[in-house]
């Protein structure tokens, strides 16, 4: 688990709030596009995907890093941006 990693999820991850709530209150989603927001849909899993194919080894033991749960809380977040993008669209 490293702490610098962790860091710049945390970072990452508070801008999404920021940019759902934005949609929510105003119900418009100009400036943002579905195809930035895909492309960093894909690259948390792909940050899934590494711990899971590259668990920490404690002990002599694989565990998955719990890092994994800052990668998903994230995904699910951009992806309820990108859902907010699909529903709003149409606004603009």
Known sequence: MSLFEIGMLVCFGLSWPTSIYKSFRTKKVSGKSPLFLGIICIGYVFGILNKMKYPMIIDGVEKIDPVIWFYVCILVLVLFDLF?????????
Request: glycine share 0%; proline share 0%.
């Open 84 to 92: 907010l993008y699909s529903l709003y669209a149409k606004n603009d």
